[in-house]
């Protein structure tokens, strides 16, 4: 169950942040951070937490993924409500109900679609809380997570170990970090940062290895 660990360490929305553009994709508002390299016929798509699509540090995630090669998208899910922690009379858990998962599996195929018809011939995908098991996944784990707590996180890897080799996995529990640390990290905590980097290092090591034309 949702709870104060989504909530820790909320960021400052910030429309101009990131080093992209903001255009329409697949119907949804949506920040994109490009790149000329050779991947630029493989896109990333990044589903943001419960902060969305204006979050500084999502969009720098974001940027990370472009300067590695990546055509990187950040699609507007929460249709411009994302949770608000000092302003939303609503708890939480009602306003996971209008922002549900379900919904958001709809909502990202017309995006997908998008993408295709620019010519992009593969697309990978970032969750945070979301994945999919039919195709390679890695599962990046927090030590200190009540949503996802290190015994949930062992049960995905045994459930996976039995995939394999249909379905290539990485799972592994990262110590000494909690729940949001690789998108709500403070850049100005030089651990944190240092924790949240190499997560979105061994995020983009996978892409490279599965990720292809």
Not at 36 to 48: E, F, M, P, R, T
Request: aromatic residues 10%; contains cysteine; charged residues 20%.
């Amino acid at each position: 169950m949702a709870g104060s660990q989504c909530c820790s360490n909320p960021p400052t929305l910030d429309p101009n942040s990131g080093l992209g553009f903001v255009e329409e994709l697949g119907g949804l508002k949506t920040y994109i951070s490009t790149s000329s390299s050779d991947h630029s016929k493989i896109a990333v798509l990044l589903i943001s937490d419960i902060f969305g699509y204006e979050a500084p540090n999502i969009r720098l995630i974001a940027d990370k993924v472009a300067a590695a090669g990546f055509y990187a998208v950040v699609p507007d899910f929460f249709y411009g409500d994302p949770y608000n922690i000092n302003g939303d009379n609503r708890p939480l858990l009602e306003w996971l109900k209008d922002h549900g998962t379900d919904k958001g599996v709809e909502d990202a195929k017309p995006v997908v679609e998008a993408l295709k018809s620019k010519g992009f011939s593969a697309i990978g995908g970032v969750g945070f809380c979301w994945g999919e098991v039919n195709i390679p996944i890695e599962i990046l784990g927090a030590e200190i997570d009540n949503f996802t707590p290190p015994a949930l996180i062992e049960q995905f890897k045994e459930i996976l170990a039995t995939k394999l080799p249909q379905v290539e996995s990485h799972v592994e529990i990262i110590p000494k970090v909690e729940h949001g640390w690789t998108v709500r990290y403070n850049l100005d905590d030089e651990a944190a940062s240092k924790s949240a980097n190499e997560a979105h290092s061994k995020m983009l090591d996978w892409f490279s290895n599965y990720l292809k034309y």
